[in-house]
């Protein structure tokens, strides 16, 4: 007997936690998702709710993928488990495989996480060991970017530039800097394309480097759109002067693509937009199509040499989770690859993209909206806060859009999208017009 979502009606939600306020308003007015296909989530109640957000920036194939349902299905019969450590299964081979064909020519390695927050801490632990490998001592410290995500462990909310999401934890790890973020500048920068602005703020990182000196840096992490800090672009010439920048000084770029991995942006990876070689990158989310929970760390070739044939081989790195490339979720991976690859999803974000910027820009001129961000099919709108009530508006927008059958992401005044790569033009039509009415509504209710 196989139990579902369905079956279950939970009689109490008590025993249920997480440690977020978020958790609290929601037990007060649960919003029950019970079944999902293609562009659609289905409520408890029978609504059926347009997935503006992939899930949570994840689901970029759609729900409910018959191939990976059957592949997770037939893997877990076959082989539910095998022993990371020393030994493997063929199943993570082929997935490393198959996925560095995606990745920039240099990312040729990759060590399998089980989520996002995995592989940014994986990644950060890579940096400040590398360059002691490579014999130029110790280089403790790391460089983030204000505004940007990496997750919730200890070193991804260090160099996170969210404060608030660090601020319990006094300073977080020591030796992390962050860039200014691009807004301060200018709001919408990227549409409006600003060259010059994109290498003055990259400068930033050189005036930390006169700081702290280069051969104290190991790495500089950012995301090279930033998801979760409300969909900040980069300026036009910014990723490319931080590559020139760090690989001057030696410091290794690590570009978190948790998000912006598997065709968000019209690429198998931002990277390749912007025609970037990171040194490291960060996936998950999109790695399987959020079925099951799954990350990754690509690393480039010299990274990979450094660790496997330098002089302390056995004492490298002390990492490994018991899951890694755990063989259900590299059977998830291998059909939700397939899929992309098969139906052209990362190209159709590209043919995709004029479509889903003319609707978010046909909202341009709305009462308090301040600004339109987008590229490929993730975006976001920023309203004016209400005096006294930072986030209201926003509230009200996504509440809208709830009742109204769609999902955004809300985050304070911002309302975040990036739907499944599978959306059509009717979709977006949705989207928009359910956006519009919101945000007409939250201001009325407010001026
Ligand atoms: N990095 C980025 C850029 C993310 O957007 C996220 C999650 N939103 C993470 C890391 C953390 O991923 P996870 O929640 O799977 O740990």
Redesign the pocket.
Known sequence: QISTVTDHQPASMAAFWMPFTANRQFKSAPRMLTSASGMYFENDKGQQILDGCAG??CVNAGHGREAISEAVARQVSQLDYAPPFQMGHPLAFEFAERLIQHTPPNLNHVFFTN????S?ETALKIALNYHRLKGQGTRQRLIGRERS????NFG?ISVGGIVNNRKTFGSGLPGTDHLPHTLNIDLNAFSRGLPEHGTELADALEQLIALHDASNIAAVIV?PVA??GGVIMPPVGYLQKLREITRKHGILLIF?E??TGFGRVGEAFAASRWGIEPDIM?T??GLTNGAIPM?AVFVSDAIHDAFMTGPESMIELFHGYTYSGHPVACAAGLAALDIYEQEGLFQRTLAMEPVFEAGLHSLKGLPGLIDIRNIGLIGAIELQPLDGQPGERGRRVFQHCYEQGVLVRWTGDILAMSPPLIIEKEHIRQLVNTLKEGIQLAFQNHE
């Open positions: 949570l920036w989520s996002g927050s995995e940014v995500y990496h997750g919730v991804g995301e998801g979760s978190d948790v998000i960060t998950a989310k990350g």
